[in-house]
């Protein structure tokens, strides 16, 4: 089977430190969940970093230190993967959904402007497959009404814009460890910012709601354990030092398959500005009258996994029966796009010779 993606990640490259760690005894709050917020601030540039246990739980301790709740309204982009509208939920605030761009996938500034009211207490903006295009555009409308803008930067670590990486441009930017990310430690996240006030608050949040004194602890807030065990973060350490290498094989690997599918139709997610994309999956729009869900299946058929983009949130049944707020732009997304398999050795023209049987 030619898979989706494989972790760069190998036993090797963590023997010694897991080694270590074992003989230790120290499975959490030791040396290496202290260095791997430090080596995540200086390959960002943030100001600070803290790891949690995923990117939902990230989101939701940021919408938690803004103390939205009940009837406050987030605004949330359409095209992305549900834990993006759960957070919200999950905290009792009503997502608003905003329609994307049909080019880059991202939230479009002219929806965020229109779905604002005096509910709305903050934008959850999402990286569509590690894009972040489009974000500076949409943080400054909200400096203009002055919104908290979290990034759901859950597929986008490596990314930048104009040279500055993602974690330095939203109040609070959310990264994610899952396996189909290009830094997985398994299951785990981070939250970063440069605001002091958001980073002591963090702080405290995820340390159980305390701080740490003379001889014990103070409870200053209530909080949570979203720690990142000690093997994790080994994990997370060794895959940064080699994360802009992978980006850079990955843009390559587009490239090929952009060069044999443009021309078949396929439409590849486009970036605006100055960016270096991650290419945390590559996408396309498939051809006008060819179904996503029928060259999936047929690419199964052949040994090849692939999936769809991801999902319209809108659109999804939990949200469509509780709001009915169906976003165009997203639905046409999630029935018209397509995941291809992408890695540094991954036979492109053999894909792609299945891929013109299937349609052609
Ligand atoms: C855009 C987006 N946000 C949030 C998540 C949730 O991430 P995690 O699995 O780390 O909680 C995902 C996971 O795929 C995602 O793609």
Same mark, same amino acid.
């Given at each position: %089977?030619?898979?989706?993606?494989?972790?760069?990640?190998?036993?090797?490259?963590?023997?010694?430190?897991?080694?270590?760690?074992?003989?230790?005894?120290?499975?959490?709050?030791?040396?290496?969940?202290?260095?791997?917020?430090?080596?995540?601030?200086?390959?960002?540039?943030? &100001?600070?970093?803290?790891?949690?246990?995923?990117?939902?739980?990230?989101?939701?301790?940021?919408? &938690?230190?803004?103390?939205? *709740?009940?009837?406050?309204?987030? @605004?949330?982009?359409?095209?992305?993967?549900?834990?993006?509208?759960?957070?919200?939920?999950? +905290?009792? $605030?009503?997502? +608003?959904?905003?329609?994307?761009?049909?080019?880059?996938?991202? %939230?479009?500034?002219?929806?965020?402007?229109? &779905?604002?009211?005096?509910?709305?207490?903050?934008? @959850?903006?999402?990286?569509?497959?590690?894009?972040?295009?489009? =974000?500076?555009?949409?943080?400054?409308? /909200?400096?203009?009404?002055?919104?908290?803008?979290?990034?759901? $930067?859950?597929? $986008?670590? *490596?990314?930048?814009?104009? *040279? @500055?990486? +993602?974690?330095?441009?939203?109040?609070?930017?959310?990264?994610?460890?899952?396996?189909?990310?290009?830094?997985? !430690?398994?299951?785990?996240?981070?939250?970063?910012?440069?605001?002091?006030?958001?980073?002591?608050?963090?702080?405290?949040?995820?340390?159980?709601?305390?701080?740490?004194?003379?001889?014990?602890?103070?409870?200053?807030?209530?909080?949570?354990?979203?720690?990142?065990?000690?093997?994790?973060?080994? %994990?997370?350490?060794?895959?940064?030092?080699?994360?802009?290498?992978?980006?850079?094989?990955?843009?390559?690997?587009?490239?090929?398959? /952009?060069? =044999?599918?443009?021309?078949?139709?396929?439409?590849?997610?486009? +970036?605006?500005?100055?960016?270096?994309?991650?290419?945390?999956?590559?996408?396309?729009?498939?051809?006008? *009258?060819?179904?996503?869900?029928?060259?999936?299946?047929?690419?199964?058929?052949?040994?090849?996994?692939?999936?769809?983009? !991801?999902?319209?949130?809108?659109?999804?049944?939990?949200?469509?029966?509780?709001?009915?707020?169906?976003?165009?732009?997203?639905?046409?997304?999630?029935?018209?796009?397509?995941?291809?398999?992408?890695?540094?050795?991954?036979?492109?023209?053999?894909? /792609?010779?299945?891929?013109?049987? @299937? =349609?052609?």
């Amino acid at each position: %089977m030619i898979r989706l993606i494989k972790p760069y990640i190998s036993f090797e490259e963590v023997e010694i430190e897991f080694k270590q760690i074992f003989e230790s005894g120290i499975f959490t709050k030791g040396e290496y969940s202290r260095l791997f917020p430090e080596e995540l601030k200086r390959y960002t540039g943030a &100001k600070h970093a803290y790891l949690t246990t995923s990117a939902t739980t990230a989101l939701t301790t940021c919408l &938690k230190l803004l103390h939205i *709740g009940s009837g406050d309204e987030v @605004i949330v982009s359409d095209f992305s993967f549900p834990a993006s509208a759960n957070v919200i939920e999950d +905290v009792g $605030a009503r997502p +608003v959904f905003a329609d994307v761009s049909l080019d880059t996938f991202n %939230m479009l500034p002219e929806e965020l402007e229109r &779905k604002i009211t005096n509910k709305t207490k903050a934008v @959850i903006f999402v990286d569509a497959f590690g894009n972040p295009s489009g =974000i500076l555009e949409i943080k400054t409308i /909200c400096q203009k009404y002055n919104l908290p803008l979290i990034e759901d $930067a859950a597929c $986008a670590i *490596g990314s930048s814009i104009d *040279g @500055i990486k +993602v974690g330095n441009i939203a109040d609070l930017t959310c990264f994610s460890f899952h396996p189909r990310k290009l830094l997985t !430690t398994g299951e785990g996240g981070a939250v970063l910012t440069n605001n002091e006030e958001y980073a002591q608050k963090l702080q405290v949040k995820l340390n159980h709601g305390a701080i740490a004194r003379e001889g014990g602890l103070d409870f200053l807030d209530y909080g949570y354990n979203y720690r990142l065990p000690e093997l994790q973060c080994v %994990m997370g350490i060794v895959q940064l030092k080699k994360l802009d290498e992978i980006i850079r094989a990955r843009n390559e690997v587009k490239n090929r398959y /952009c060069k =044999i599918l443009e021309p078949l139709g396929f439409i590849s997610q486009k +970036v605006s500005g100055i960016i270096i994309h991650n290419i945390q999956s590559i996408v396309f729009k498939v051809p006008a *009258g060819q179904g996503s869900s029928d060259i999936i299946s047929r690419l199964k058929e052949e040994n090849i996994e692939a999936t769809i983009g !991801t999902y319209s949130l809108s659109y999804c049944k939990y949200y469509r029966d509780k709001y009915n707020d169906a976003q165009r732009n997203g639905k046409l997304l999630f029935e018209n796009t397509v995941t291809l398999p992408c890695y540094e050795d991954i036979e492109v023209e053999n894909v /792609c010779n299945k891929i013109k049987k @299937i =349609i052609l």
